[in-house]
């Protein structure tokens, strides 16, 4: 699987973005998707995930309110609205996918293909 995140850029406090994760291979629908970030100087942390129906997510708790994730597995795409972005929420946004998972709250070990990252600049 490979997987190709878009949609990053700079941004005023406060504004809104949304990302985009385009997976190849037909096995997409089956996957736990995940998006993660890494700030400058920072260790990588979790951000959100969902299932792979779409039913479940999950998220971090300082982007809880304002980042929505989504899915769309006809277009092999996973989206991140983020909302009321704030300067701390700058990072490089990486997706990342979990083959034949059947909950949400994965280690980052547990996935195994990753995007290339975007990034996100927040100013204030």
């Known amino acids: 699987v490979q997987l190709q995140a878009s949609g990053g850029g700079l941004v005023q406090a406060g504004g809104s973005l949304r990302l985009s994760c385009a997976a190849s291979?037909?096995?997409?629908?089956?996957?736990?998707m995940g998006w993660f970030r890494q700030a400058p100087g920072k260790e990588r942390e979790f951000v959100a995930a969902?299932?792979?129906?779409?039913?479940?997510?999950y998220y971090a708790d300082s982007v809880k309110g304002r980042f929505t994730i989504s899915r769309d597995n006809a277009k092999n795409t996973v989206y991140l609205r983020m909302n009321s972005l704030k300067p701390e929420d700058t990072a490089v946004y990486y997706c990342?996918?979990?083959?034949?998972?059947?909950?949400?709250?994965?280690?980052?070990?547990?996935?195994?293909?990753w995007g290339q990252g975007t990034l996100v600049t927040v100013s204030s």
């Open positions: 990342a996918a979990a083959p034949r998972k059947s909950r949400v709250r994965l280690e980052d070990t547990e996935y195994e293909y």
């Open positions: 291979g037909r096995t997409f629908s089956s996957y736990v």
């Open positions: 969902i299932s792979w129906s779409g039913a479940y997510t």
